[in-house]
């Protein structure tokens, strides 16, 4: 990705530059640098002055940015970045969660998910499947308690067998609409717990 600068004039003189203040995406809206830095500074409840004590950056200059007026230099755009307590990514480009681009450790897995990302939206939606079930499955495993010192992999072969018994003469598709279902209420009640 290459970023220009694009000088604006006004009566001549150049007014600012156009570097981030592109609205770029393709559905919806997408924010500038500006509206994301004051959304965030919203968010955390911080005024401006409260933001330059936090990063060393004048308020003046904060407001400036907010609207599109100038834009930061990078050691100015880290500062604020860091006293909101997201990344640079996250106010730079579209499509970027808060903490960042890249915050897997494990990069094995990290260039898995950019192969999953150019596959068919079929494939994508079971591979989220599959890792729901995973996720859900150590989850249940953490909450209950062995009741015996049978391995964990002998106790979820015992309970795969109970299940496929139980199974018969239900279809694929009945059994990934049961596995839905499990995803969706351990989600409702992962929410119920984290509004608490």
């Given at each position: 990705?290459?970023?220009?600068?694009?000088?604006?004039?006004?009566?001549?003189?150049?007014?600012?530059?156009?570097?981030?203040?592109?609205?770029?995406?393709?559905?919806?809206?997408?924010?500038?640098?500006?509206?994301?830095?004051?959304?965030?500074?919203?968010?955390?409840?911080?005024?401006?002055?409260?933001?330059?004590?936090?990063?060393?950056?004048?308020?003046?200059?904060?407001?400036?940015?907010?609207?599109g007026r100038i834009l930061p230099t990078?050691?100015?755009?880290?500062?604020?970045?860091?006293?909101?307590?997201?990344?640079?990514?996250?106010?730079?480009?579209?499509?970027?969660?808060?903490?960042?681009?890249?915050?897997?450790?494990?990069?094995?897995?990290?260039?898995?998910?950019?192969?999953?990302?150019?596959?068919?939206?079929?494939?994508?939606?079971?591979?989220?499947?599959?890792?729901?079930?995973?996720?859900?499955?150590?989850?249940?495993?953490?909450?209950?308690?062995?009741?015996?010192?049978?391995?964990?992999?002998?106790?979820?072969?015992?309970?795969?067998?109970?299940?496929?018994?139980?199974?018969?003469?239900?279809?694929?598709?009945?059994?990934?609409?049961?596995?839905?279902?499990?995803?969706?209420?351990?989600?409702?009640?992962?929410?119920?717990?984290?509004?608490?």
């Open positions: 990705m290459s970023i220009r600068i694009i000088p604006h004039q006004d009566n001549g003189k150049p007014k600012t530059c156009d570097i981030l203040n592109q609205k770029t995406g393709t559905g919806g809206h997408t924010m500038n640098l500006g509206e994301k830095i004051k959304l965030l500074r919203s968010e955390k409840g911080l005024s401006q002055t409260i933001l330059e004590k936090k990063s060393g950056v004048n308020a003046k200059l904060l407001s400036k940015y907010e609207n990078a050691d100015t755009l880290k500062k604020i970045a860091q006293a909101l307590e997201t990344s640079t990514d996250y106010l730079i480009f579209d499509n970027v969660p808060k903490d960042g681009l890249t915050q897997l450790a494990d990069l094995d897995l990290f260039e898995k998910f950019k192969e999953v990302e150019r596959l068919d939206p079929e494939d994508k939606a079971m591979i989220k499947k599959l890792i729901d079930a995973v996720v859900i499955k150590t989850k249940v495993q953490q909450v209950l308690k062995p009741s015996s010192q049978e391995p964990w992999e002998g106790r979820m072969k015992k309970t795969l067998t109970r299940l496929r018994d139980r199974a018969k003469g239900y279809s694929e598709d009945q059994i990934m609409q049961i596995v839905d279902e499990a995803v969706q209420a351990v989600r409702l009640e992962e929410q119920k717990k984290a509004a608490v």
